[in-house]
């Protein structure tokens, strides 16, 4: 992920304890949110973005604070094609051993203990770090908050949905993409995975980089 000026501006003014590290390309600091599970769109929702009612409401809203880690080097992606991330405070080894559960059961790489973000096959997005981390990484921290406070069990039922590690996860994966190209949504409507986001700002990416790697 390249940062522009403009990307370095806006973590200063929207995350000031997280410092773009130029010479190291990572971003290191601590990560701090709050954030809501919605049970009306089953979507994790950020403070700050569209939701504040819904934080406020909310009796699953979690503010919290990470010490992480993002590497932004060509070379440091996780086999799943994101940028990688780690949790270097050493909670999740502590959240794994208070609920009895292996880090990958937190999604967490064993061998390298950066964070499994998601299956992603659509490489060719323009990847910015605002859709990043409002996306992919803070809800992935929410995701570890709320297994520390309610257990794994109810992280697992509310939150995750999760497909199965490794490979097996990647097949449920394309079989869930070409599940929503069956449907043939519009561009311009809402996405069938539930989201309600318009279907070309949502899963649109992935479905056709599936179906363009299944006719390689």
Same mark, same amino acid.
């Given at each position: 992920m390249n940062l522009t000026d403009g990307d370095t501006e806006?973590? *200063?003014?929207f995350f000031p304890s997280l410092v773009h590290d130029q010479n190291a390309q990572r971003i290191v600091g601590e990560l701090d949110f709050? !954030?809501?599970? /919605?049970? !009306?769109t089953n979507k994790i929702q950020i403070e700050g973005l569209e939701c504040d009612d819904a934080i406020r409401g909310s009796d699953s809203v979690i503010c919290d604070v990470f010490e992480i880690e993002i590497l932004l080097d060509a070379e440091s992606v996780d086999p799943n094609g994101w940028p990688k991330v780690h949790e270097v405070g050493g909670r999740y080894k502590a959240i794994a051993e208070k609920h009895g559960v292996g880090v990958i059961d937190l999604h967490f790489f064993p061998d390298s203990g950066a964070c499994c973000l998601g299956i992603r096959y659509s490489q060719e997005r323009n990847l910015t770090l605002e859709h990043f981390l409002y996306n992919r990484v803070i809800p992935f921290f929410y995701r570890l908050s709320y297994t520390d406070r309610f257990g794994i069990e109810a992280a697992r *039922? /509310?939150?995750?949905?999760?497909y199965s590690h490794g490979d097996n996860g990647r097949i449920e994966h394309v079989r869930e993409m070409l599940s929503l190209n069956r449907r043939n949504p519009g561009r311009?409507? =809402?996405? =069938?995975c539930g989201s309600g986001i318009k279907y070309k700002k949502c899963c649109l990416d992935e479905v056709q980089a599936v179906l363009r790697n299944r006719k390689r």
């Open positions: 806006w973590l *200063r003014s709050c !954030a809501c599970f /919605d049970n !009306a *039922r /509310d939150l995750w949905g999760e311009n409507g =809402p996405c =069938p």
